[in-house]
């Protein structure tokens, strides 16, 4: 059986300010990726490794698509989701749900990136 998510995609509307958040919420260097269309869309990589547990992701900016008003939660994994919750609000986000316990599935919160979107943060403690 594999895991149900092998990709994300969190669409942005200004994708150097979403870079920056994303950049300094989880301390890491976003990657240009090559749009396999050859269209006008720019995707900007998370780091990682296809051989370790969860899924992997992008920023995406396209034309049609704008960010914010969804319905769908992307949880990133965190050794401890309240260190990443801390640089929410100098990043230019909001927390909308501070690092709560979810019981014996460890613990999280809810953030709003810069472009309007819902994010969630994880971690076992």
Not at 38 to 61: H, I, Q, R
Not at 92 to 107: L, P, T
Request: hydrophobic content about 35%; some cysteine; aromatic content about 12%.
């Amino acid at each position: 059986m594999n895991n149900p998510i092998g990709w994300f995609e969190i669409y942005v509307d200004d994708m150097e300010r979403a870079k920056a958040f994303y950049q300094a919420i989880f301390d890491v260097k976003l990657e240009k990726m090559n749009d396999p269309t050859e269209s006008d869309t720019e995707l900007w990589g998370f780091p990682s490794s296809f051989e370790s547990y969860g899924a992997t992701g992008a920023l995406v900016k396209m034309a049609g698509y704008s960010a914010g008003g969804n319905s769908t939660i992307v949880y990133f994994s965190c050794d401890d989701c309240a260190n990443e919750e801390s640089r929410v609000k100098q990043a230019g986000g909001k927390v909308e749900q501070a690092k709560m316990s979810i019981g014996e599935y460890g613990f999280c919160s809810l953030v709003a990136d810069t472009e309007g979107n819902i994010i969630g943060l994880h971690s076992q403690t």
